[in-house]
């Protein structure tokens, strides 16, 4: 096995493959994010400086027209702070609001205190003195002048946050998109090497794990990674960012309060870790038992005849039960975890912030003497409220970022299991001389299945091996394709090594017939010619011709390309093995395998099934696992296995004369026959 660094370093490694885009994204993400945020300050400034602005203290002027001097009384004023060095200052008032009405004062009046108003006089009450001033209530008509001059910077502000407002949604929609863009590439990306890597795997790895379990990684578990990118470069990251931008317009507001509300940050970070130490357990079990109960309804589904056949459908659904009330148990574990987070767990932190928010102000901002702007109060608040939603969508997304996570583990599992690569330079085609010398083999290293085999073959001879099922026929036909390599010894090909050449080139010029032909969904010819470009169709018609395969395509609706379901379970077992005839024809092998071809094939059909070996054969190496041993009369050497050694070689006239194993095979075969007949 491969040196391993953590999942969350090997996922991230996984996204630096497309690091452009996603930072591109994350650019987008960020301007998006300020601009929005740009929202509760422009209305502090449109509260404090202009709806409230008018209170407070406004210069009396001289011959000053400009926007903002506003006319009362025949005298003009102009608010304290747009007063500049051109303006002849002749006096000051106050503007004051008690209640819902304004005052209009003739001098300048602090405006801290508590206020109250009998018959136009105005009491102004602090901590160390009381004050009376002597105002004049403004009608609606005589106040609206004051407001006049603010009515355009608000719509300029308003206007400007809505411009604000449509430009963050152009650069939201970019970092959605490219965010999303960057996700998918990973995980397809990851799903091309996972697959890439399967077929760099030996074969024994799928001998040892069910089809369903290898799927369910492949599929549901890079699904389940796509969901972690998804979430977590759109929704995770853009929450960080905009909580971010959130404490940054918290500090410019209020350095004390927005540290107050760092204590948010742990919180949630332990949260995470404690999930984190659960959720891992917990979706190990469920991702475990997914992928065995895919394993199981894959099995389950290929085996239905015979569970049906045997009355075995209670067993088989006992058993699906199983795993399933496993998955129900451990999910019903993960809910009850996920059930203290999301809403519930950041209400508690919303609430708990608000009660420090009204504490704080309570307690240190409205004391008497004390000024808080309405301004402020409405940001902080706005951006408290906002600060809960990224911080509730980050809690909401632990449940499928954990699952992702641990989907990620077993994903690099895979991905970390011991493989080759795959070459595949061709070679030139072999003649097909095979040497077994001294080989010695076993599926676990202990229990050798083959014990000190040597034999050769040369080139264009028929060989065929005999020998009761476990003595090592099929054993040596999977070393010989390597699916396997031996323990001890060594096999050549026209003096060649097989180890000094890749797998594949050694299959290169190898072709193989199995007792029960798997055909492919597709096509007739798409099955001969396997999509390989260098055969064309008029080879493929040839070869189906060469081997009879005519005599029943032609009689279907779309001839040679009708169209075949997975297995090819819609044509008969002799049809199919006539189909693999053709394909390993098209082919052109140095040396073909026939795996017992003809072992389940009716007396009728082995007839066109001979003639067609017989065409197969032609120019070739030929290996066959014969079964019957009246299909290998005319072999040019049989040799004769048990117990994982050769116990006698020769031909068929030569070893009947020996009157040995080979004989008394033959003679009980030949007596079943009589006693069929």
């Known amino acids: 096995m491969k040196s391993k660094s953590s999942t969350e370093k090997r996922l991230f490694q996984y996204a630096l493959h497309f690091k452009k885009g996603i930072l591109i994204g994350l650019a987008c993400l960020i301007v998006a994010v300020a601009l929005e945020l740009a929202g509760p300050l422009i209305a502090k400034t449109v509260i404090d400086e202009h709806i409230l602005g008018v209170e407070g203290k406004w210069q009396k002027v001289e011959n000053n027209d400009d926007k903002y001097t506003v006319a009362y009384n025949d005298e003009l004023y102009k608010r304290a702070d747009r007063v500049d060095n051109t303006d002849q200052q002749i006096g000051s008032a106050t503007v004051f609001q008690v209640g819902q009405d304004y005052y209009f004062i003739n001098e300048a009046v602090s405006l801290q205190g508590k206020r109250s108003v009998e018959n136009e006089t105005i009491t102004i009450t602090t901590a160390d003195d009381t004050m009376t001033y002597k105002g004049e209530k403004l009608s609606l008509s005589e106040i609206y002048p004051f407001f006049k001059p603010e009515q355009r910077p608000i719509i300029f502000l308003l206007v400007l946050y809505m411009v604000l407002l449509v430009i963050a949604g152009f650069f939201q929609f970019y970092q959605t998109f490219l965010l999303q863009k960057s996700s998918n590439q990973i995980v397809?990306?990851?799903?091309?090497?996972?697959?890439?890597?399967?077929?760099?795997?030996?074969?024994?790895?799928?001998?040892?794990?069910?089809?369903?379990?290898?799927?369910?990684?492949?599929?549901?578990?890079?699904?389940?990674?796509?969901?972690?990118?998804e979430r977590v470069l759109s929704i995770v990251v853009t929450s960080i960012i905009y909580m971010t931008g959130i404490f940054v317009a918290l500090f410019i507001l209020d350095v004390k309060l927005a540290a107050m509300c760092l204590v948010l940050v742990p919180l949630i970070i332990g949260w995470m870790k404690l999930y984190k130490h659960y959720g891992t357990k917990y979706n190990r079990v469920v991702r475990a038992t997914i992928s065995e109960i895919n394993g199981n309804i894959n099995e389950a589904i290929q085996g239905m005849p015979i569970i049906q056949a045997f009355s075995r459908e209670k067993k088989t659904k006992d058993d699906f039960e199983v795993l399933n009330e496993r998955h129900f148990t451990y999910q019903r574990k993960l809910v009850k975890l996920s059930a203290l987070t999301s809403y519930n767990l950041v209400t508690v932190f919303r609430n708990l912030a608000f009660v420090g928010f009204i504490w704080y102000f309570g307690s240190f901002s409205l004391e008497p003497g004390s000024i808080i702007s309405i301004g402020v109060l409405y940001a902080f608040v706005d951006y408290l409220t906002r600060l809960f939603e990224p911080m509730e969508d980050i809690v909401n997304q632990l449940p499928l970022i954990e699952q992702a996570r641990v989907a990620g583990n077993r994903v690099f599992e895979l991905l970390d299991h011991d493989g080759e690569k795959v070459i595949n330079d061709s070679l030139d085609r072999y003649q097909g001389n095979i040497y077994f010398d001294h080989v010695s083999f076993a599926y676990n290293d202990v229990d050798y299945v083959l014990n000190d085999i040597s034999f050769e073959i040369k080139s264009g001879e028929t060989a065929a091996f005999v020998g009761h099922t476990?003595?090592?026929?099929?054993?040596?036909?999977?070393?010989?394709?390597?699916?396997?390599?031996?323990?001890?010894?060594?096999?050549?090909?026209?003096?060649?090594?097989?180890?000094?050449?890749?797998?594949?080139?050694?299959?290169?010029?190898?072709?193989?017939?199995?007792?029960?032909?798997?055909?492919?969904?597709?096509?007739?010819?798409?099955?001969?010619?396997?999509?390989?470009?260098?055969?064309?169709?008029?080879?493929?018609?040839?070869?189906?011709?060469?081997?009879?395969?005519?005599?029943?395509?032609?009689?279907?609706?779309?001839?040679?390309?009708?169209?075949?379901?997975?297995?090819?379970?819609?044509?008969?077992?002799?049809?199919?093995?006539?189909?693999?005839?053709?394909?390993?024809?098209?082919?052109d092998p140095a040396i073909l395998i026939l795996d017992e071809a003809t072992a389940n094939i009716d007396t009728e059909t082995e007839t066109i099934i001979q003639n067609a070996l017989e065409v197969l054969k032609q120019g070739r190496t030929t290996l066959v696992i014969a079964h019957r041993l009246s299909t290998i009369q005319q072999a040019d050497s049989i040799f004769v296995l048990e117990n994982g050694t050769i116990k006698e070689q020769g031909n068929h006239h030569q070893l009947i004369g020996e009157r040995g194993l080979y004989y008394h095979m033959y003679r009980m075969q030949q007596g079943k026959s009589k006693r069929a007949v």
Request: charged share 25%.
């Open 188 to 229: 397809q990306k990851m799903r091309n090497d996972i697959f890439a890597h399967t077929q760099r795997i030996p074969i024994n790895y799928y001998v040892e794990q069910s089809a369903g379990k290898i799927v369910a990684r492949v599929t549901n578990d890079t699904e389940a990674i796509r969901d972690l990118y």
């Open 470 to 587: 476990g003595s090592g026929k099929s054993s040596i036909m999977n070393l010989l394709f390597r699916f396997y390599d031996p323990q001890k010894g060594t096999i050549k090909i026209d003096g060649h090594c097989t180890q000094e050449w890749s797998r594949q080139q050694v299959r290169g010029h190898m072709g193989i017939v199995l007792q029960d032909p798997f055909l492919f969904s597709g096509t007739i010819l798409s099955n001969v010619t396997m999509n390989d470009p260098g055969i064309t169709r008029a080879s493929a018609i040839r070869a189906l011709k060469a081997v009879g395969a005519d005599r029943f395509i032609e009689k279907l609706p779309d001839g040679y390309d009708e169209k075949v379901t997975e297995g090819g379970t819609t044509y008969s077992l002799g049809e199919r093995q006539l189909i693999s005839f053709a394909r390993a024809l098209a082919f």
